[in-house]
């Protein structure tokens, strides 16, 4: 159908070109010729609409390349005729044609080709394509680059369509005077610009944009219910005809990620390229994230150790496609049993053990501190014991901001084990031990999306339709994405010398209603009204400020403007080895009292907060 209708349009450029020349008394085609040229004329033009490929395309979705065929295909049907022409001419001393007219023709023919096309696709789009208009949601485009450009095409072409593209936004100022496929370029403020052209949507697709820009933009959109979305680059993108397909909504990691880390390759390289390395509390959020990390610098070994089956064996088919060529050792086993975990350091011999395991929800631990004691502070004496004794080269601790300045159960014992570490490193130094194992801690805040966090409660909670539940409405929390956090973690396992408590900078502070608020917008929806946000009180155990540092700590700098050092007191491993060895037995036979007793001596600055064990902050503690 295609061919037949460019042979129409060829036929009617050929007669209209014979009729003009004919006004001006001149033969377009010798009389004593028709017979010979004019079919020759068709076979010519098909001949070449045929190496282009001019009919293959759908007419309603023609481009720019349908039009350069339509070009090449005139243009060399042309020229092949004018050189016939001009054969004939030495050879039989007449020409079939006019050469002026052949030109004039080509011109005119090339011209109801296109034409015809640009009225069938326009036709197509007004008429048939967008019959549900009225109901298309009104969109801007943020950028007015190839990326903008693309998806402005796809939302064109889409179907059944979502969107109605009003224009593009550029934060130039250089281009509002230009126009992007007949729509305008605007500048100023998206707000005003978005109410102006009466647009529901902000699209993102510029990516030259700053994250501060960035996130300063879906903030203003979401406090006047504007909803906003992103899509990939272009190069991210295998068919960049379904690049409309790609648009998503924001996430809330989308706002709070900050710029990207730079990390120190080479020393980290250095510290684990062809090692064996030993990583526990592998399956939980950090230890996997650690685990898919590490592989990146080409380990010899990597040990994945946790007492969670399922999410284990899950881990384990994930790293053996990351890097086929690292040995991968899967050990279900339990921290708290010594004798098991020394078998492990026995035959496989790490060189770098990353310590992730640890039980972390704050409530749980205040109704089970005997577990806290044994699997936060026990499980890891037990590691760092172990680590000294086959002689690791590094052990890097994974610890939490609820251990300065404690207020809860799970915070004091990250605090004690913290302080057992830091104590290990300096008995082993101070006694010149054949020891050479450097122990480092690393102390961060809240993980955004990590196991039992804020986020994935909020999403379910929004999913389910609400409420949203908050402990306080002042409560306030630091945040950290997983591979960030990971990768400091890194980091600092490579710059450490030994006996450090490495914090990082956790950025601003995050009101933990705001982020609530933001997540019911993201989410198509307004705050306390389709999704109700519900005050349920303090949890036991929990602050509304958590802290970096104790009350008597000072940081120093290091090379990396994300990461500090702490400069916590010492304590004597000894002294300290037997209050811990009383806090094992203990826990393991009296009741929880005793037990949050005896980690208040241990740990004086732990105070609890809206809990049962607050009454014993006033009791003298005795041996």
């Given at each position: 159908?295609?061919?037949?209708?460019?042979?129409?349009?060829?036929?009617?450029?050929?007669?209209?070109?014979?009729?003009?020349?004919?006004?001006?008394?001149?033969?377009?085609i010798k009389n004593d010729s028709v017979l010979i040229a004019a079919p020759f004329y068709f076979v010519v033009n098909i001949f070449f609409f045929w190496i282009f490929r001019t009919y293959s395309g759908v007419i309603r979705h023609s481009s720019q390349v349908d039009a350069l065929k339509l070009f090449f295909a005139?243009?060399?049907?042309?020229?092949?005729?004018?050189?016939?022409?001009?054969?004939?001419?030495?050879?039989?001393?007449?020409?079939?044609?006019?050469?002026?007219?052949?030109?004039?023709?080509?011109?005119?023919?090339?011209?109801?080709?296109?034409?015809?096309?640009?009225?069938?696709?326009?036709?197509?789009?007004?008429?048939?394509?967008?019959?549900?208009?009225?109901?298309?949601?009104?969109?801007?485009?943020?950028?007015?680059?190839?990326?903008?450009?693309?998806?402005?095409?796809?939302?064109?072409?889409?179907?059944?369509?979502?969107?109605?593209?009003?224009?593009?936004?550029?934060?130039?100022?250089?281009?509002?005077?230009?126009?992007?496929?007949?729509?305008?370029?605007?500048?100023?403020?998206?707000?005003?610009?978005?109410?102006?052209?009466?647009?529901?949507?902000?699209?993102?697709?510029?990516?030259?944009?700053?994250?501060?820009?960035?996130?300063?933009?879906?903030?203003?959109?979401?406090?006047?219910?504007?909803?906003?979305?992103?899509?990939?680059?272009?190069?991210?993108?295998?068919?960049?005809?379904?690049?409309?397909?790609?648009?998503?909504?924001?996430?809330?990691?989308?706002?709070?990620?900050?710029?990207?880390?730079?990390?120190?390759?080479?020393?980290?390289?250095?510290?684990?390229?062809?090692?064996?390395?030993?990583?526990?509390?592998?399956?939980?959020?950090?230890?996997?994230?650690?685990?898919?990390?590490?592989?990146?610098?080409?380990?010899?070994?990597?040990?994945?150790?946790?007492?969670?089956?399922?999410?284990?064996?899950?881990?384990?088919?994930?790293?053996?496609?990351?890097?086929?060529?690292?040995?991968?050792?899967?050990?279900?086993?339990?921290?708290?049993?010594?004798?098991?975990?020394?078998?492990?350091?026995?035959?496989?011999?790490?060189?770098?053990?990353?310590?992730?395991?640890?039980?972390?929800?704050?409530?749980?631990?205040?109704?089970?501190?005997?577990?806290?004691?044994?699997?936060?502070?026990?499980?890891?004496?037990?590691?760092?014991?172990?680590?000294?004794?086959?002689?690791?080269?590094?052990?890097?601790?994974?610890?939490?901001?609820?251990?300065?300045?404690?207020?809860?159960?799970?915070?004091?014992?990250?605090?004690?084990?913290?302080?057992?570490?830091?104590?290990?490193?300096?008995?082993?130094?101070?006694?010149?031990?054949?020891?050479?194992?450097?122990?480092?801690?690393?102390?961060?805040?809240?993980?955004?999306?990590?196991?039992?966090?804020?986020?994935?409660?909020?999403?379910?909670?929004?999913?389910?339709?609400?409420?949203?539940?908050?402990?306080?409405?002042?409560?306030?929390?630091?945040?950290?994405?997983?591979?960030?956090?990971?990768?400091?973690?890194?980091?600092?396992?490579?710059?450490?010398?030994?006996?450090?408590?490495?914090?990082?900078?956790?950025?601003?502070?995050?009101?933990?209603?705001?982020?609530?608020?933001?997540?019911?917008?993201?989410?198509?929806?307004?705050?306390?009204?389709?999704?109700?946000?519900?005050?349920?009180?303090?949890?036991?155990g929990e602050k509304l400020y958590e802290e970096l540092l104790n009350d008597t700590s000072k940081t120093l700098p290091t090379h990396h403007s994300k990461i500090m050092i702490s400069q916590d007191e010492f304590h004597h491993h000894q002294e300290l080895n037997r209050s811990i060895d009383l806090l094992v037995e203990?826990?393991?036979?009296?009741?929880?009292?005793?037990?949050?007793?005896?980690?208040?001596?241990?740990?004086?600055?732990?105070?609890?907060?809206?809990?049962?064990?607050?009454?014993?902050?006033?009791?003298?503690?005795?041996?």
């Amino acid at each position: 159908m295609v061919l037949l209708l460019d042979i129409t349009m060829i036929f009617l450029g050929g007669f209209i070109t014979y009729f003009i020349f004919q006004g001006i008394k001149l033969d377009y085609i010798k009389n004593d010729s028709v017979l010979i040229a004019a079919p020759f004329y068709f076979v010519v033009n098909i001949f070449f609409f045929w190496i282009f490929r001019t009919y293959s395309g759908v007419i309603r979705h023609s481009s720019q390349v349908d039009a350069l065929k339509l070009f090449f295909a005139q243009f060399f049907s042309t020229g092949f005729l004018i050189l016939v022409n001009y054969s004939s001419l030495i050879y039989w001393n007449s020409k079939f044609f006019l050469t002026t007219g052949l030109v004039i023709n080509g011109v005119i023919s090339f011209s109801f080709l296109f034409f015809y096309r640009v009225v069938v696709k326009h036709t197509f789009e007004r008429y048939f394509n967008n019959k549900n208009a009225a109901n298309l949601i009104n969109a801007l485009i943020y950028g007015s680059d190839a990326n903008a450009i693309a998806l402005a095409n796809s939302l064109q072409a889409e179907s059944p369509k979502r969107f109605k593209v009003v224009g593009f936004m550029d934060k130039s100022d250089q281009n509002t005077t230009k126009r992007i496929n007949n729509l305008p370029i605007f500048n100023g403020n998206v707000i005003t610009v978005l109410r102006t052209v009466d647009a529901e949507v902000l699209i993102f697709a510029d990516k030259s944009i700053s994250k501060e820009e960035r996130s300063q933009i879906i903030e203003d959109c979401l406090e006047y219910n504007f909803k906003v979305y992103t899509i990939p680059l272009l190069s991210d993108v295998d068919d960049q005809k379904e690049i409309s397909k790609k648009i998503k909504s924001f996430q809330i990691l989308d706002l709070l990620e900050r710029e990207p880390i730079v990390l120190d390759n080479n020393s980290i390289s250095k510290q684990l390229h062809q090692k064996t390395i030993l990583v526990t509390g592998a399956a939980g959020s950090i230890g996997s994230e650690i685990v898919r990390q590490v592989i990146l610098f080409k380990p010899k070994k990597i040990i994945v150790l946790d007492q969670a089956e399922t999410p284990l064996h899950n881990l384990s088919l994930e790293i053996s496609s990351l890097d086929p060529e690292v040995e991968t050792i899967n050990v279900i086993s339990d921290i708290k049993n010594v004798d098991e975990i020394e078998q492990v350091f026995i035959k496989h011999k790490p060189e770098v053990v990353y310590h992730a395991a640890a039980y972390k929800h704050v409530p749980l631990m205040e109704e089970n501190p005997a577990q806290a004691i044994l699997n936060n502070v026990m499980g890891t004496r037990n590691l760092a014991d172990l680590s000294a004794k086959y002689h690791v080269d590094s052990f890097v601790m994974v610890s939490t901001d609820k251990a300065v300045n404690p207020s809860n159960v799970m915070g004091a014992s990250k605090r004690i084990a913290e302080k057992y570490v830091q104590s290990l490193d300096y008995k082993l130094k101070t006694e010149n031990s054949k020891s050479s194992t450097k122990f480092i801690t690393t102390r961060f805040g809240n993980v955004l999306g990590s196991n039992g966090s804020v986020v994935p409660l909020f999403t379910k909670q929004i999913q389910e339709g609400g409420p949203i539940t908050i402990t306080h409405p002042e409560i306030i929390r630091y945040f950290m994405t997983i591979p960030e956090a990971c990768q400091l973690v890194l980091e600092a396992g490579a710059m450490g010398k030994g006996g450090e408590i490495y914090i990082f900078d956790m950025g601003k502070p995050v009101k933990i209603i705001d982020l609530a608020k933001k997540m019911i917008r993201l989410a198509g929806f307004t705050p306390d009204n389709e999704i109700k946000i519900k005050i349920i009180g303090l949890r036991p155990g929990e602050k509304l400020y958590e802290e970096l540092l104790n009350d008597t700590s000072k940081t120093l700098p290091t090379h990396h403007s994300k990461i500090m050092i702490s400069q916590d007191e010492f304590h004597h491993h000894q002294e300290l080895n037997r209050s811990i060895d009383l806090l094992v037995e203990i826990a393991k036979v009296k009741p929880n009292s005793v037990i949050v007793t005896k980690m208040k001596k241990i740990v004086p600055e732990y105070k609890s907060l809206n809990s049962v064990y607050t009454a014993l902050d006033n009791i003298e503690v005795k041996h």
